[in-house]
C-alpha cells in the first residue's frame, strides 16, 4: 500500500470527535461550519456563547441572516460563495465582527473550503479571532523581541541580566518579572535553550568530538555541558549523536 493510499485508509477510520475538540479548547479563537445552503452544522462552544445561544444545537440550521446585522451577514455570504465557487481558501480577511457586546470590533478570519467523500465542495469552515486580542496576547514578545533575538544571536556569550535590562529598557527586576511571565521561563533556561539546541545541530550535523560540540555551543565546563544536555533531552550528548545516521554528518567548518 502507497503512502497516499495508507493515509485515506486511516482518514476513513478516524473518528472526528477528537477533532471537533480541538477546536472547542482552543483559546480565543471561535470556529465554525456551514453547508453548501449557508445553513450553519457546527460550532464551537466560543462560537455559539458569540451568537447568544447555549448549545450547539441551537445553532445548526441557521444562517447569517438568522444572527448578524443585515449588512455583515450578507459580507459573510459573499466570501463563502467565493470559497465555494473558488474551491479554495480565504485567508486573513480583517473585517467587522460582533463583539461579545453585539458591537463590531475588528476580526481576523480564515475560510476554507469542506469536501466530501466523493470531492465535492459540501460546505466551508472557518475560524474567526479577534484582532485586537491577537494584538493585545503578542504585545508582551514585541516588548522584549529584541531581548530575545539578542539571546539567539549571542548564545555563546555569558549571560548579563543587566545589560539585557537596559537593551528592555526596563529595571532587572522588572526584566526578570515580564521574561518569566512571556516566555515562561528565566532568561538563562532560555539562553541555555539555544546553547542546547545549537549542540543539537552539532552533534547530528558534524563529525566534531563532543567537547568540541561543548565550546561551540558557549559551554565552557564539559560536566556542564554534559549536565544541561542530560537535563534537556533526556540522554547524554553521545547517545543523541549515535541516533543521527552518520552519513548525514559532514565536516565541521
Avoid at 445553513?39 to 445548526?60: I, S, T, Y
Avoid at 459580507?75 to 467565493?82: G, L, N, P, Q, S
Avoid at 480583517?94 to 478570519?109: H, R, S
Avoid at 539567539?152 to 526596563?170: D, T
Wanted: net charge positive; charged share 25%; aromatic share 10%.
Amino acid at each position: 500500500m502507497g503512502d497516499l493510499a495508507r493515509q485515506r485508509a486511516w482518514l476513513d477510520r478516524l473518528s472526528p470527535g477528537p477533532l471537533r475538540q480541538l477546536f472547542d479548547h482552543l483559546p480565543g479563537t471561535l470556529f465554525f461550519a456551514k453547508d453548501t445552503a449557508g445553513r450553519l452544522m457546527l460550532g464551537n462552544p466560543a462560537f455559539v456563547r458569540h451568537c447568544g445561544l447555549v448549545r450547539e444545537e441551537q445553532l445548526v440550521g441557521l444562517t447569517d441572516d438568522c444572527i448578524f446585522p443585515p449588512r455583515l451577514a450578507e459580507k459573510y455570504r459573499r466570501d463563502d460563495r467565493r470559497v465555494l465557487e473558488s474551491e479554495q481558501p480565504l485567508l486573513g480577511i480583517i473585517e467587522l465582527f460582533p463583539n461579545a457586546d453585539g458591537k463590531p470590533e475588528w476580526f481576523v478570519t480564515d475560510k476554507l473550503p469542506l469536501f466530501g467523500r466523493d470531492g465535492q465542495v459540501c460546505g466551508v469552515c472557518g475560524t474567526v479571532r479577534s484582532y485586537e486580542e491577537q494584538h493585545a496576547a503578542i504585545q508582551p514578545y514585541l516588548e522584549l523581541a529584541g531581548v530575545a533575538e539578542h539571546l539567539k544571536q549571542n548564545f555563546r556569550e555569558p549571560l548579563r541580566i543587566a545589560q539585557l535590562a537596559r537593551k528592555a529598557g526596563m529595571s532587572v527586576r522588572q526584566f526578570e518579572r515580564k521574561f518569566r511571565s512571556t516566555f515562561q521561563t528565566t532568561p538563562r533556561a532560555y539562553l541555555m535553550r539555544m546553547r542546547i539546541i545549537h549542540a543539537c545541530g552539532l552533534l547530528s550535523g558534524t563529525a566534531l568530538p563532543v567537547t568540541e560540540v561543548a565550546l561551540r555551543a558557549g559551554f565552557y565546563d564539559h560536566s556542564d555541558f554534559a549536565r544541561q544536555f542530560q537535563r534537556h533531552m533526556g540522554l547524554s550528548a553521545t547517545a543523541y549523536r549515535r541516533t543521527v545516521p552518520v552519513a548525514q554528518r559532514r565536516p565541521a567548518p
